[in-house]
């Protein structure tokens, strides 16, 4: 499926985070969303799933719709103290076929245990999840969307305060879901596992600073120019005209 962001405003409190962003996310790519804090990044991943109103202009999906979305927030905003299993959070990741309540059948569990070896984690099935490491947790939030099976996904911060085995066990993940045709989008800060496993990148600076081929867009002058941008818009985006006239 492909996402084409279209003339994309989104403000909070009329101050733009992402100031008219066009563009395609190609379909069966990895594209990495590379930029410095408080470019946007998460804010245009959030208005691509729906959490979020564009002011202005809209994301349109080409070949599918919200429900073929895996979504994987900052870890930051998952609450990891509620008392479930490593089984019972995995198989949320098949509620789009079973319903909330439809509970686990067999074969749904044979799909969590499998999706739980996949990511080196079989034996840890009926631990809570307030008693993972980071790097488990993440193998966990990655055994989901296997489960969930889709067509697009949505990475936030995948890697961060995450171990470098799991990071390059959960990379080659990535690898796989490419090699199968899916679409995947992540926000990252690592430069190297930018270079080595997304061919695609969109430099997103509140504004598109550059969206191709990584190795065209990341270069010394597009960084440069995507560090500027943010540092004159931070503290005092200004309202964007646009919007206004809009709200
Ligand atoms: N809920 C909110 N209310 C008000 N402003 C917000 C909110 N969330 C984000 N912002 C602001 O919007 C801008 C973009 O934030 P966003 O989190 O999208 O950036 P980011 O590129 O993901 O940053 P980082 O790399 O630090 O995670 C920042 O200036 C941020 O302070």
Known sequence: MKIILDNLTVSYRRHPAVHHASGTFAEGEATAIFGPNGAGKSTLLKTMIGALRPDEGHVRFDGGSLADIAYLPQQSEIDR??????????????????????????????????????VGLSGFASR???????????????????????RLILLDEPFNAVDAKTTFDLLELVRRWKEEGRTVVAVLHDYEQVRAYFAQTLLLAREVVAWGATASVLTDDNLRRALDKVAVWHAHAPVCETAREGA
């Open 81 to 118: 103290s509620l008392p479930v299993t490593v089984t019972d959070l995995v198989a949320t990741g098949l509620w789009r076929r079973t319903g909330a309540f439809g509970g686990v059948d067999t074969a749904s569990l044979a799909r969590v245990s499998e999706a739980l070896a996949t």
């Open 128 to 150: 809570t999840i307030d008693a993972l490491s980071n790097g488990q947790f993440q193998r966990v939030l990655f055994a989901r969307i296997l489960v969930q099976d889709a």
